[in-house]
């Protein structure tokens, strides 16, 4: 096995070790992350409706206005908490189980995490 298939088999191990703990209830919806090597995405699911209800991501136009010059990827990934968080405060919901989706917590989904947190999304 090469360095770049061990590294998506730990990513693959991850994944399902924390997927198998939480499931979005209709009151604790879930925030589901994914990042690419360019772009992060971010969804408040309700699992219950099989309905993506808030999301947001770097290719957001309300993102990709605030993006100016050399920015760097955890700030971007910031715009986007701060985001996520101010459209699920418009859609009411306030309380979300964080699905980091075997993403290690650090770098840019611990930035998101946390500018989700600072925007009132209680997780």
Known sequence: MNRIESK????????????????G???RLRLTIFRSAAHIYAQIIDDAAAKTLVSAST??????????????KV????????LLAQRAKAAKINQV????????YHGRVK???????EGGLDF
């Open 8 to 23: 998506q088999h730990r990513y693959e191990r991850r994944k399902k070790r924390v997927k198998k703990h939480f499931e």
């Open 25 to 27: 209830t209709p009151t």
């Open 59 to 72: 290719v957001d136009r309300e993102v990709k206005s605030q993006i100016v010059g050399q920015i760097s």
């Open 75 to 82: 700030d971007e990934s910031r715009l986007v908490g701060n």
């Open 97 to 104: 189980a964080f699905d980091r989706n075997g993403f290690l």
């Open 111 to 117: 930035a998101l995490a946390d500018a989700a947190r």
